[in-house]
């Protein structure tokens, strides 16, 4: 049974601004299927033709023509998507073909599968896995050579070549389809499941949007191969995902999850409806930002008004993890849509943080939108900060390392961080303690987990003699979020851990010991495995999926618990999107190769939606790519 107190608390601490968002939760799933492709933009094609494997895609479109771009090529025919292979077949026409020397009018068939064995025919190229046959060649090819990214699977979907790590990733996707499962059958069109009470949550986070587990889920059944799956989200996407809702929504929590959710399966199918949709989306976010100082509200009308959040104890104040955690998206939508609005939008955010004064070089965890100031002295990499680092330095990385600027912000935050907030307990565990007003708060919430990932990537990109320190202490930090999943009973982490009156990366005060299905930890695990290949992370990652088999999952889906310290389990009668956004995705990949989702090619944003790095060449041949300096 879940109590009243339960529910409530488990929707304020829902997300990590709890204070800031009563609502929250949704859950979700969605089927997959699969593929692509040759959508009309330009954008797709280099997702698919990327690496040296592809050179002879572009040596054979260039043979025989001028290399004059084409108008874009409509798909009019049908896409056939065999589950299970994955087999795509798109009947291509080129909708105002023009012809240069031997072109013929683009029409022609492009069929793709996964395959990992060759296959030499003339009109074949095989892409690491994807066999790409042309039958009659598309002038848009040529148009797309610099803008070509490695395709999302690699050699076979990033099948593990060890038999364990095969049968754990094969536990994961079956933990997808069940939670996806029950979705369907007790929440479908809802935003998450309640698999107590077998009915969906509303949501109000979201304003009135419906579906947020469906969004949320789509890149996830897709990388998986769950077919059936994507086809049934995808169809929902098209009929019923409506943006007319005129509730106050938190533009955070639309971002990530929405904005975030569409943009990737975009980038991954090809399919035009998801392109349709966020930029619809993207449109209404805008009122946000209509306040002195550019710096958005924290809630947005989705019918077009914008207020300031006024409930919680943050009063007035716009969040830094909330309004800093736009970048990665805004820069995408304007990618897709050649409007460089979205990214001034967030460039002036950014530059308006880079010149405020900043205590000890820390950055306050709220900004008042109107004066621009910050309003209290709070600094956490945890609730109501996170992100806002996370997205400094995945900024630098989806620029394809050329915005110096969110590079620069990023090290010098994180020196500041290193410098006031990170510990190391008696016990000798390192941690990053929250900071107020020069006053160290020895508490570290599950939430502050995901920075043992971020700091492993920003590692490689530092200079030279900081490199290993960094390694270390993502290391270190990976390894104290794991101590405090070890030292509870049921091996799942709680809310909140602290080093104070003798806790040692354990939860002392009844409130803050539950676990809501979040991914930190594992998100963590999985950056920590791609870049040291220790075999304790794929380990690590198996024992939290052992202990949410054992304690969260129910025979109607998978909820979240009250005491991860508990001997009799309680839930919380919530299955968050989340949870199939990221934490099963994130263990998906723990357990998989390396080249599915390669990360030197896809950035993920704080939701675990994988964006494409926007190469550099790629954006000057648009002549639009943004300037970073300022
Ligand atoms: C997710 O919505 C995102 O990871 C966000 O950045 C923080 N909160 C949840 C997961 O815990």
Known sequence: MISKTLAGKTSFVGLRLPQTFLFLLFLGSLGFGALFFLPETSRLKRIFQHNSDNSAVIT??????????????GLIGAARFDIGVLRIQSQLSSSNGKQTNNNKESQGTISMEHTSEGDAADDKVHTRGVVVSIRARSPVRVKLRNCMLKPPYGANYGKPSDPESLQRREKVKEMMKFAWDNYKRYAWGENELRPLSKNGNDGRTFGGLRGASIVDSLDTLYIMGLGEEYQEAKEWVENNLNFNVGGEASLFEVNIRYVGGLLSAY???????????????????LPAFNTPTGIPHGVVNLAGDSRRWSGGDLGRSSVLAEFGT?????????????????????????????????????????LNPVSGNWEQHYVSIGALGDSFYEYLIKSY????????????????????????????????????????GGILDHRMGHLACFSGGMIGIGAEHGSPETRQHQLDLAANITHTCHESYRRTPTKLGPEVFRFDDGAEATAPRVNERHYILRPEVVESYMYMWRL???????????????ALEQHCRLATGFSGIIDVYGHIIQHDNLQQSFFLAETLKYLYLLFSDDDLLPLKDWVFNTEAHPLPVIPRNCSQERGHRPNWTH
């Open 60 to 73: 054979d479109s260039m043979n025989g023509q001028s290399a004059q771009p084409s108008s874009p090529i």
């Open 267 to 285: 980038y991954l199918t090809g399919e035009e409806v998801f392109k349709r949709k966020v930029v619809e989306l993207g449109k209404n976010l």
């Open 326 to 366: 736009l970048h990665l998206e805004f820069v995408h939508l304007s990618e897709l849509t050649n409007d460089p609005i979205y990214t001034e939008k967030v460039m002036n955010i950014r530059k308006h943080l880079n010149q405020l004064d900043k205590p000890r070089g820390l950055y306050p965890n709220a």
């Open 397 to 436: 990385l989806m620029s394809d390392r050329t915005d110096e600027v969110a590079k620069r912000m990023y090290y010098a935050a994180l020196e500041a961080i290193e410098n006031n907030l990170v510990q190391r307990s008696p016990g000798g565990l390192i941690y990053v303690a929250e900071w107020r």
């Open 532 to 546: 040291t290949h220790d075999p304790k992370y794929r380990e690590w990652g198996w024992e939290a999926l052992e």
